[in-house]
């Protein structure tokens, strides 16, 4: 008999596996190790969406099961969000979906509309879930460029002429995480008109929505385009926006059809968030948008001393435009260890914890992922940490001006 169970056989070894015994290692012989791998965020949620959760939570008939498809109060407050943010009107009955954030959402809609075999089209590098929720339910993965331009459009016409049976999804993820990537409208027109044209569906993760850099140029949604919820479901997260990571709030929105095969399958598997919890949540989203505008400008701020004070270090990072990370190349000298191997050295040499691009797909594996979940005095420690590895002398790396 088999060791490992089929489903169990389909995953590689998780890459983050091989960093926190190293992390926790060097914490227990007392390193003060600074961590940027994971982007948890660090700061608190706002005040008042924890007041309404208190308050909400001291009436006993908000103990009893919830329901899976969301609360009918946060499936109109994410409606309500979609039409003020991006001009999309949506219906909450049948288009809004509330999930245990985007992650469950997105694996359950892999395992709602994939059959063994299928074939889905996802970019490479991305986040893992967007490969792994297929993988798990049977389904191919077939690799698309993860930067949104020409060759993406090139590369998504041969994947779908060359693929056997053809494509039944596409996956977009702008903001990008880990690489930061943002796309315009355009681009998701001409993907959109393809998509459609071929009858291949869009999943878009959208958890970035609201972390970006450049106020003239927010993110947009998918959805703005014509007809694109014909094919199309999209994901949000409430985690970064209002940091609530523990809260487990996210939603899927959009094609009636997905939205009721997600809506099925998870009637099967939960009973929704805490009442509560879902309460606190539509408060958040009828609220006002400070908080929004205060977390944007405290990771804003972050971004600017990590590029600075890095490069000052020897190690220059590209400017993300958007996301709580920034997804920079391996310093040459270092570049053969690939980065894993590069990921291990940090911790050990310099106490600064990173993710190894390749946790994000094969051909990450030249990058690394650092996020912003310390305050900018710990940034900065890491830089001064790192500048020690790189052997850099004072005022080694070109410091990349910033923008936005």
Same mark, same amino acid.
């Given at each position: 008999?088999?060791?490992?169970?089929?489903?169990?056989?389909?995953?590689?070894?998780?890459?983050?596996?091989?960093?926190?015994? +190293?992390?926790?290692?060097? *914490?227990?012989?007392?390193?003060?190790? #600074?961590? =940027?791998?994971?982007?948890? @965020?660090?700061? !608190? &949620?706002?005040?008042?969406?924890?007041?309404?959760?208190?308050?909400?939570?001291?009436?006993?008939?908000?103990?009893?099961?919830?329901?899976?498809?969301?609360?009918?109060?946060?499936?109109?407050?994410?409606?309500?969000?979609?039409?003020?943010?991006?001009?999309?009107?949506?219906?909450?009955?049948?288009?809004?979906?509330?999930?245990?954030?985007?992650?469950?959402?997105?694996?359950?809609?892999?395992?709602?509309?994939?059959?063994?075999?299928?074939?889905?089209?996802?970019?490479?590098?991305?986040?893992?879930?967007?490969?792994?929720?297929?993988?798990?339910?049977?389904?191919?993965?077939?690799?698309?460029?993860?930067?949104?331009?020409?060759?993406?459009?090139?590369? +998504?016409?041969?994947?779908? *002429?060359?693929?056997?049976?053809?494509? #039944?999804? =596409?996956?977009?993820?702008? @903001?990008?995480? !880990? &690489?930061?990537?943002?796309?315009?409208?355009?681009?998701?027109?001409?993907?959109?008109?393809?998509?459609?044209?071929?009858?291949?569906?869009?999943?878009?993760?959208?958890?970035?929505?609201?972390?970006?850099?450049?106020?003239?140029?927010?993110?947009?949604?998918?959805?703005?385009?014509?007809?694109?919820?014909?094919?199309?479901?999209?994901?949000?997260?409430?985690?970064?926006?209002?940091?609530?990571?523990?809260?487990?709030?996210?939603?899927?929105?959009?094609?009636?059809?997905?939205?009721?095969?997600?809506?099925?399958?998870?009637?099967?598997?939960?009973?929704?968030?805490?009442?509560?919890?879902?309460?606190?949540?539509?408060?958040?989203?009828?609220?006002?948008?400070?908080?929004?505008?205060?977390?944007?400008?405290?990771?804003?701020?972050?971004?600017?001393?990590?590029?600075?004070?890095?490069?000052?270090?020897?190690?220059?990072?590209?400017?993300?435009?958007?996301?709580?990370?920034?997804?920079?190349?391996?310093?040459?000298?270092?570049?053969?260890?690939?980065?894993?191997?590069?990921?291990?050295?940090?911790?050990?040499?310099?106490?600064?914890?990173?993710?190894?691009?390749?946790?994000?797909?094969?051909?990450?594996?030249?990058?690394?992922?650092?996020?912003?979940?310390?305050?900018?005095?710990?940034?900065?420690?890491?830089?001064?940490?790192?500048?020690?590895?790189?052997?850099?002398?004072?005022?080694?790396?070109?410091?990349?001006?910033?923008?936005?």
């Amino acid at each position: 008999m088999s060791a490992d169970f089929h489903k169990i056989r389909r995953l590689p070894p998780y890459v983050f596996a091989h960093i926190d015994p +190293l992390k926790a290692k060097a *914490r227990a012989e007392g390193v003060d190790v #600074i961590d =940027l791998g994971m982007g948890n @965020p660090d700061m !608190p &949620t706002p005040q008042h969406i924890v007041e309404k959760l208190q308050e909400t939570v001291n009436n006993p008939r908000t103990h009893r099961y919830s329901t899976s498809r969301g609360i009918p109060g946060l499936r109109k407050a994410q409606a309500s969000y979609y039409g003020r943010r991006f001009g999309v009107k949506l219906n909450p009955d049948t288009q809004v979906v509330a999930t245990l954030g985007s992650k469950e959402g997105f694996a359950n809609m892999a395992s709602a509309i994939t059959a063994p075999g299928d074939v889905v089209l996802v970019p490479n590098p991305t986040y893992p879930i967007h490969s792994f929720g297929f993988i798990m339910s049977g389904g191919v993965v077939r690799s698309m460029p993860a930067d949104p331009n020409e060759d993406f459009l090139r590369s +998504l016409d041969r994947a779908v *002429r060359h693929s056997i049976p053809k494509p #039944i999804a =596409l996956v977009l993820n702008y @903001p990008a995480n !880990p &690489t930061a990537y943002t796309a315009t409208l355009d681009f998701y027109t001409e993907v959109v008109k393809y998509c459609k044209a071929n009858d291949i569906f869009i999943l878009s993760d959208l958890a970035y929505s609201e972390i970006y850099f450049d106020e003239n140029e927010p993110p947009p949604s998918v959805l703005q385009v014509p007809g694109a919820i014909d094919i199309t479901v999209e994901f949000t997260s409430m985690s970064k926006t209002y940091s609530m990571p523990g809260w487990r709030v996210g939603f899927a929105v959009g094609n009636e059809r997905l939205i009721a095969a997600l809506a099925r399958v998870k009637s099967y598997l939960d009973y929704g968030a805490f009442t509560p919890i879902q309460v606190a949540a539509a408060s958040a989203l009828n609220g006002s948008d400070d908080v929004i505008d205060e977390v944007r400008k405290i990771y804003k701020s972050r971004r600017d001393v990590m590029v600075e004070s890095f490069a000052r270090s020897g190690w220059d990072i590209p400017v993300p435009k958007a996301t709580m990370f920034a997804w920079a190349p391996i310093p040459a000298q270092f570049a053969h260890l690939g980065s894993l191997e590069f990921a291990k050295l940090l911790i050990q040499e310099t106490g600064v914890g990173v993710a190894p691009g390749v946790g994000f797909g094969e051909y990450g594996d030249q990058y690394i992922r650092l996020a912003f979940v310390e305050n900018e005095q710990r940034i900065r420690q890491a830089a001064r940490n790192v500048k020690k590895l790189l052997g850099s002398k004072p005022g080694a790396g070109n410091v990349v001006p910033l923008v936005g």
